[in-house]
């Protein structure tokens, strides 16, 4: 019997060979967990996705398969209905070739082969009449291999797999029409639309000017996490990120979207839909939702031209006919819009903090609180926002994903317009109550920290060996750390970690449930800048210092943070039988307002500990329940104002100091302004390739 329908199970699909990397996706995807790092996965060209479905008579949400470069061989072993889109590619029903884009049958002991994609696109998609049946993880059965979870036990198809097929009901098969099919080409055009981070806060003018007037080449180190991009550097129009980091690429972490051009120091990338959903670094320009299918047909050599759109014009991402424009190589315009990303501003009710409603696509609206400057009363301001937005649920919402100082709204365009969000949010900001009334939950949460663990060694020698070997920072993050702050030792920085308490701020900064934290006394606020390029490994549950915040690495991946040691798990992946401290209901330890204690524990006790939470058992995380006041935290800030500003000022001192020894190192160069700018970025904290 099918686990998901009850009905009678259909004959599985076995694969003969697998290809590079085919996987089980289903559209669109995961949503509704972006606020605690989990990406929507999904198909990355999700229209020759549905258009699969479609043409096997099966709902477009359907799981189906998602081949990258070489395709895979499958036996079927009862009668189905099958189809193959996306890229051109060679495809044989038991040796014969057979068309795209029309319904094969096939009966049982059939096979259909699907060769390598030739010189245009990147991906190609595979329906089965019914669906194919797979773990529902939070909603979707979708695929994200670096979590693990979703498809087939969270990988891609291997020879020898049995697909299980759902049998979900169907409609008539049909062929897709040429004026359906998606246009191919090695020469993009991608229409985006301004925000949120443009000119002339972040980017001078002939920056943006640059940006439509490039052909961007797609470089080979891209994946389903991001599309990396070659083109030419940005002026730039600040000379460092303040508090947010040395480089101008540096901002407080803030929501992204999917398919926002990210700069992570000077390196444009475009985010995929298994990308980040938090990050401190920023998008001049974001695809609009109707051409994000395009993100998956990108090709390394492959040349890009951005298009300016009016968001107010976009296509609907509902259309997969003519109404998409998916079918025409160019993307015609008129002009984009002319407001630079801002859609518009107010004040609080109060008339004490400014709010900056950008733009972020054609979905998402960003709501900006006050100076750019780490200020709790902020995230304050940020949390009233999303409890409201969420009591009320408006038609459309798809998720609220808070930053530092930032809410980003996200909503189905063709039911929720940006016009019509931004009047919504307007009216719910101006009867918000004031910020110092925020009480919330807070749980003070003790985890194990092994300090300056062997793990992240071996990861600092890995950079070295395979990256770079003279940076700043080798090699030694904790001495580095040290000499940025202005303390006299390394036991000095140990004192500080363990005496802080890290108030939770965001969760997902690099995926699954990952904090991004602060000390709630300035004093414990040690500041460092990132990696520079960023590691390509980080141990899972590293725990890292990036600008003022600190984080724990949900998963194993890249990153930039500078390590202090590593703790236990972040992420149940035992759900629902979890470890001691977690909560059956949901896979993430942490929650918003937490506050983070360490303690620490020999790199030996911390491996048992580790295993204990993998196996479901165990002690190491303590959990008191209280609460946050923000009134009550503003008074011990002026009861200690004194302290706090002598500290803060020998600290800078430091900074000021390294900056200036890595000038006369040579990580700084003039630019045409005449403004220092880092050679390359602070590093990208994100799965980005």
């Not at 002991?109 to 390598?116: A, E, H, S």
């Not at 006299?488 to 108030?503: G, H, I, K, P, Q």
């Not at 580790?610 to 935290?633: C, K, P, Q």
Request: glycine share 10%; charged share 20%.
């Amino acid at each position: 019997m099918s686990a998901s329908t009850g009905a009678p199970t259909p004959a599985p699909v076995t694969v003969l060979r697998s290809g590079p990397l085919t996987t089980i996706q289903d559209w669109p995807g995961r949503t509704g967990y972006w606020k605690v790092g989990v990406p929507p996965s999904g198909p990355m060209d999700d229209l020759s996705f549905r258009l699969a479905n479609l043409a096997v008579g099966n709902p477009e949400a359907a799981a189906g398969l998602e081949i990258t470069l070489m395709g895979p061989a499958l036996r079927f072993e009862a009668e189905s209905v099958v189809a193959v889109t996306g890229a051109p590619v060679a495809v044989t029903l038991n040796g014969r070739p057979v068309p795209q884009w029309v319904p094969l049958s096939v009966g049982a002991g059939d096979v259909l082969d699907v060769g390598t994609v030739g010189s245009l696109g990147m991906r190609a998609y595979i329906a089965v009449s019914g669906g194919f049946d797979a773990e529902d993880y939070l909603g979707s059965r979708s695929t994200f291999t670096m979590g693990r979870f979703g498809g087939l036990d969270g990988r891609p198809l291997a020879a020898g797999d049995q697909l299980a097929l759902l049998g979900g009901p169907t409609g008539p098969a049909r062929r897709i029409l040429g004026d359906e099919q998606p246009a191919l080409t090695n020469t993009w055009q991608l229409a985006v639309t301004a925000g949120p981070h443009g000119a002339p806060e972040f980017f001078t003018e002939a920056d943006i000017a640059d940006l439509f007037a490039t052909d961007y080449e797609v470089h080979f180190n891209s994946d389903r996490t991001g599309i990396r991009l070659i083109g030419p550097k940005p002026r730039w129009a600040r000379n460092d990120g303040g508090e947010a980091g040395l480089h101008p690429s540096n901002i407080h972490d803030n929501a992204y979207s999917v398919g926002a051009l990210d700069f992570t120091g000077d390196t444009p990338i475009l985010l995929g839909p298994d990308g980040p959903s938090l990050g401190g670094f920023v998008c001049p320009v974001t695809v609009v939702t109707a051409q994000r299918w395009k993100l998956g047909q990108l090709k390394p050599g492959d040349t890009i031209r951005f298009v300016a759109v009016r968001s107010a014009e976009t296509a609907s991402p509902k259309e997969t006919g003519l109404g998409r424009r998916a079918s025409f190589v160019d993307v015609l315009s008129s002009g984009g819009d002319a407001d630079n990303g801002i859609l518009g501003s107010t004040t609080t009710a109060d008339g004490s903090t400014s709010v900056t409603y950008r733009r972020s696509g054609d979905d998402n609206i960003l709501v900006e609180y006050g100076d750019m400057q780490l200020d709790l009363a902020l995230r304050a301001r940020v949390h009233a926002l999303s409890e409201r937005i969420a009591a009320e649920e408006p038609r459309g919402l798809i998720d609220l994903t808070p930053g530092i100082r930032s809410l980003q709204v996200k909503a189905d365009p063709d039911v929720w317009s940006q016009a019509q969000m931004l009047e919504w949010l307007t009216e719910c900001e101006s009867q918000l109550p004031a910020a110092e009334d925020l009480v919330v939950p807070s749980r003070t949460v003790h985890l194990p920290l092994s300090w300056d663990d062997p793990a992240t060694r071996e990861a600092i020698e890995r950079y070295m060996l395979g990256v770079r070997s003279d940076a700043p920072w080798c090699p030694w993050n904790i001495e580095f750390i040290r000499r940025m702050n202005g303390l006299d030792s390394v036991d000095d920085v140990y004192r500080t970690v363990f005496d802080a308490s890290y108030l939770v701020l965001g969760l997902g900064d690099v995926y699954l449930g990952a904090p991004v934290a602060v000390p709630l006394d300035p004093r414990h606020r040690l500041v460092t800048t990132k990696y520079n390029p960023a590691r390509t490994w980080t141990p899972e549950n590293a725990v890292g210092i990036g600008g003022a915040y600190l984080c724990i690495y949900g998963m194993e991946g890249p990153g930039g943070y500078q390590f202090v040691g590593r703790t236990t798990q972040v992420w149940n992946h035992r759900h629902p039988q979890p470890a001691p401290g977690f909560d059956p209901e949901h896979p993430w330890l942490l929650r918003f307002f937490d506050r983070i204690h360490w303690y620490p524990v020999s790199a030996e006790e911390l491996l048992d500990m580790r295993a204990d939470v993998a196996a479901g058992r165990g002690d190491s995380t303590r959990i008191v329940d209280g609460v946050f006041s923000l009134a009550e935290h503003q008074q011990y800030l002026e009861d200690n104002a004194v302290d706090i500003a002598s500290r803060r000022e020998k600290m800078e001192i430091a900074r000021a100091e390294e900056r200036q020894r890595w000038s006369a190192q040579g990580e700084f160069a003039d630019d045409s302004n005449g403004a220092e700018t880092a050679v390359v970025g602070v590093g990208n904290e994100e799965r980005v390739a």
